[in-house]
């Protein structure tokens, strides 16, 4: 006899993945046979213009051995092995995301470091008891990748969690100067690919924020405004 029950329709790779995920970015971070052929350095370095080292380094330098680190979405390439080799093994750094194959590549990647956990969980709702204080809470790409609402969400997650003293480290785009020709190109990329990419050319980082007011926002743009990092920290 067939067994019809629904639960057997559904594939874990795609169990619990938000509507936005599979709707826009299925291929990029969803489809577990494209997430292998993505997952490397190179991919990234196109992507960004030659610019990721760069904009890596901009977390990579907040970042100080001993440090408590949660970064909110799993990245291709080496770049959470970086940031957990630096953080090293008198410290912490947990790594969330919300698809289970970029779940699977992290915890591949990070295996053996056992200051390391790779916990499931939409960034937006990270609690539980992974939890903890941390001295550096890091956004890498991840606000341009969804809707509005969930920007809101996100970064007033982030900054209701940041400790006083930690700092909170937004790596994203940015709205790149007219001369940049570049801007031509993400254009029509965002047009087809990154619909929810606009809104960082439009919106601060801090307007995503309820209590903006409460923070010190320290903004530096890079390649003629195409990206930005933004370092947040509580008012004295
Ligand atoms: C950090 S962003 C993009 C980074 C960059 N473009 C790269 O080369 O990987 C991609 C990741 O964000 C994750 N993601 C999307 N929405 C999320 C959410 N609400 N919470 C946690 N992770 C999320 C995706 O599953 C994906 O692994």
Same mark, same amino acid.
């Given at each position: 006899?067939?067994?019809?029950?629904?639960?057997?329709?559904?594939?874990?790779?795609?169990?619990?993945?938000?509507?936005?995920?599979?709707?826009?970015?299925?291929?990029?971070?969803?489809?577990?046979?494209?997430?292998?052929?993505?997952?490397?350095?190179?991919?990234?370095?196109?992507?960004?213009?030659?610019?990721?080292?760069?904009?890596?380094?901009?977390?990579?330098?907040?970042?100080?051995?001993?440090?408590?680190?949660?970064?909110?979405?799993?990245?291709?390439?080496?770049?959470?092995?970086?940031?957990?080799?630096?953080?090293?093994?008198?410290?912490?750094?947990?790594?969330?995301?919300?698809?289970?194959?970029?779940?699977?590549?992290?915890?591949?990647?990070?295996?053996?470091?056992?200051?390391?956990?790779?916990?499931?969980?939409?960034?937006?709702?990270?609690?539980?008891?992974?939890?903890?204080?941390?001295?550096?809470? *890091?956004?890498?790409?991840?606000?341009?990748?969804?809707?509005?609402?969930?920007?809101?969400?996100?970064?007033?997650?982030?900054?209701?969690?940041?400790?006083?003293?930690?700092?909170?480290?937004?790596?994203?785009?940015?709205?790149?100067?007219?001369?940049?020709?570049?801007?031509?190109?993400?254009?029509?990329?965002?047009?087809?690919?990154?619909?929810?990419?606009?809104?960082?050319?439009?919106?601060?980082?801090?307007?995503?924020?309820?209590?903006?007011? *409460?923070?010190?926002?320290?903004?530096?743009?890079?390649?003629?405004?195409?990206?930005?990092?933004?370092?947040?920290?509580?008012?004295?």
């Amino acid at each position: 006899m067939t067994n019809n029950h629904p639960a057997l329709a559904i594939d874990p790779y795609y169990d619990g993945v938000p509507a936005y995920m599979t709707e826009v970015y299925d291929w990029a971070y969803v489809d577990p046979k494209w997430v292998r052929a993505l997952d490397h350095n190179w991919v990234v370095r196109v992507l960004l213009f030659l610019n990721d080292q760069r904009l890596m380094r901009a977390y990579l330098n907040e970042i100080k051995p001993g440090m408590r680190v949660w970064q909110l979405a799993h990245v291709y390439g080496d770049l959470v092995t970086r940031a957990a080799e630096k953080v090293g093994p008198t410290g912490a750094f947990h790594l969330t995301d919300v698809t289970p194959i970029q779940i699977e590549h992290g915890t591949r990647k990070l295996a053996g470091m056992d200051w390391t956990k790779v916990i499931r969980s939409d960034a937006a709702a990270f609690v539980g008891e992974e939890f903890v204080d941390y001295d550096l809470i *890091c956004s890498f790409f991840l606000l341009h990748e969804v809707p509005d609402e969930k920007k809101f969400e996100i970064v007033d997650h982030m900054l209701n969690s940041l400790p006083k003293g930690s700092k909170a480290v937004f790596v994203d785009y940015h709205n790149p100067a007219k001369w940049q020709p570049i801007r031509y190109i993400l254009n029509v990329v965002n047009h087809y690919l990154e619909p929810f990419a606009n809104a960082l050319w439009k919106n601060e980082i801090s307007s995503y924020a309820s209590k903006a007011d *409460c923070f010190t926002w320290r903004k530096r743009t890079f390649f003629g405004g195409v990206y930005q990092c933004v370092v947040v920290e509580h008012k004295p």
